[in-house]
């Protein structure tokens, strides 16, 4: 299956940060996305980005990824764009989820292998509350959806608030301690 990475989030919500560079527990989201999505896939991985970020990501390619500029606009417009260079099926990965595993995304694989939708979206939830996580299987371009909801788990925290970052950054200090005791 290929993968699609999409890292051209603006980070406006976190004051312009360029979230697929920021580092969680020492290490870039996008390169924990890559590593990740690696243990998934050996066909193609394209990692979708804003011209910004090409430079920066150009080390991702001892990884085997391309990197593909997209216009970093719109997330559906960007995805178009890099749905047009795949094929299906496609996994699409968020580059804004520090801990993110590749047990939880073969889950949602396995369960999405289940329904026959033509896109499939992982959605989060907690407390009744549930919102898109960026992780979606798309059998085609286009056509029918459907949900898959996971309760809500650090595997699938994206990076979009202040807040979230605290949460991430408590969780490093955390699996640091574990460490220590172990």
């Known amino acids: ?19 697929p ?27 979708c980005t804003k011209k910004e970020y090409m430079d920066e990501l150009v080390l991702l390619r001892e990884y085997d990824v391309e990197i593909l500029e997209c216009l970093g606009r ?16 496609a996994l699409i990965l968020p580059a804004d989820t520090p801990f993110i595993t590749s047990e939880i995304i073969n889950r949602f ?9 033509d896109i499939i979206t992982l959605m989060r939830c907690r407390e009744n509350i549930c919102v898109e996580t960026g992780v979606s299987l ?17 595997e699938l925290l994206d990076i979009d608030t202040r807040e979230d970052l605290l949460r991430a950054e408590k969780q490093c200090e955390y699996m640091e301690e574990l460490e220590k005791r172990e």
Do not use: Q, T
């Open 138 to 154: 798309f059998n085609k371009s286009s056509g029918g959806w459907r949900n898959i909801y996971f309760i809500d788990s650090i």
């Open 109 to 117: 694989i396995e369960e999405a292998g289940k329904n026959r939708s």
């Open 74 to 89: 719109d997330y559906v417009e960007d995805l178009n764009i890099a749905l047009s260079k795949i094929e299906f099926p």
């Open 1 to 19: 299956m290929d993968i699609i990475v999409m890292a051209g989030g603006r980070g406006s919500r976190l004051g312009g940060v360029d979230k």
């Open 21 to 47: 560079l920021l580092k969680i527990c020492g290490e870039r989201i996008i390169d924990h996305a890559v590593k990740e999505a690696k243990k998934i896939s050996h066909r193609k991985i394209i990692i």
